[in-house]
């Protein structure tokens, strides 16, 4: 679900704000939330507010908007590939806060994946103009959605994970729903076709909110940055989707990096010594 949150982001742009698509995919999921909520009388997270609150930040707000506008500016494809940055991202976030100790492989393979990134985005293997913008949009969002990723994980296990992402965007209701308004009445779709329609749906339903389900759940069973190790499947298969759904043409220099960033992410979750802390809740 996740891997198609790119091209989708990108089908949508064409006729929405990047603004009004990150609010209205919100909106989207949590209307849909608060209906689930209800229905299954899910008690009220007070002792949980400040990570919940943190993981809206990244995942409703950091990651969306940061994403929609460097989409307006550059390829999916060139996307994908600094988003592949995204688990070892994750993991290094889970490291300093779980305290984990790491060997010096780690260490080794996370500089080879930003090395391999810092190339790609000065060469621009995607193709087009270089465009600094762009680049420091997606580092951005990938680092807000990493952020999410750990906070939401951790409330996991306290809570089921489709509790935490529920909770999530419907706390962020008050915000989305005024906010979507006034970007509407300003301007924000700009006569939308029935796919960037279906597509800001989609962003909604999916990668914001039935997609958290399974990822919160595999997170807080194997581990945050063990879990993370499976974002490298969301690379190549953006790639693939860019390519199928835009058009776009995927170069062997895009692949090739994406291929050493993702053999990076596999070498350093591969090096880690130490399990992260668990905190398994007690039964009855």
Request: charged share 10%; hydrophobic share 55%.
């Amino acid at each position: 679900m996740f891997s198609f949150s790119v091209p989708l982001t990108k089908v949508a742009v064409g006729g929405v704000s990047p603004f009004f698509t990150a609010t209205g995919r919100a909106v989207i999921a949590g209307l849909l939330a608060a209906i689930v909520l209800w229905v299954r009388r899910a008690p009220a997270p007070r002792a949980h507010l400040r990570p919940l609150l943190y993981t809206m930040s990244g995942a409703v707000f950091g990651w969306p908007i940061l994403l929609a506008l460097a989409l307006q500016r550059t390829t999916s494809a060139h996307v994908a590939v600094i988003a592949a940055f995204m688990p070892l991202t994750t993991a290094l976030i889970a490291v300093l806060r779980t305290h984990e100790r790491v060997t010096w492989q780690f260490w080794a393979a996370a500089g080879i994946g930003t090395g391999a990134l810092v190339v790609f985005a000065v060469s621009r293997g995607g193709g087009g103009g270089h465009d600094p913008v762009a680049d420091l949009l997606v580092v951005g969002a990938v680092i807000a959605s990493s952020w999410c990723y750990v906070e939401g994980a951790s409330v996991s296990r306290a809570m089921p994970g489709w509790q935490v992402i529920s909770w999530v965007v419907v706390l962020a209701l008050p915000i989305t729903i005024p906010a979507s308004i006034v970007l509407w009445i300003a301007g924000g779709a700009h006569q939308p076709t029935p796919s960037e329609w279906t597509s800001l749906v989609l962003l909604g339903v999916s990668s914001m909110y039935l997609g958290f389900f399974a990822w919160y759940r595999g997170l807080s069973m194997a581990g945050i940055a063990r879990g993370g190790q499976v974002q490298q499947l969301q690379a190549l298969l953006t790639l693939v989707w860019s390519a199928l759904l835009l058009n776009e043409h995927v170069t062997p220099t895009t692949v090739l990096i994406a291929l050493v960033v993702i053999a990076s992410v596999a070498w350093a979750q591969r090096s880690r010594v130490g399990e992260p802390r668990v905190d398994v809740m007690p039964e009855g």
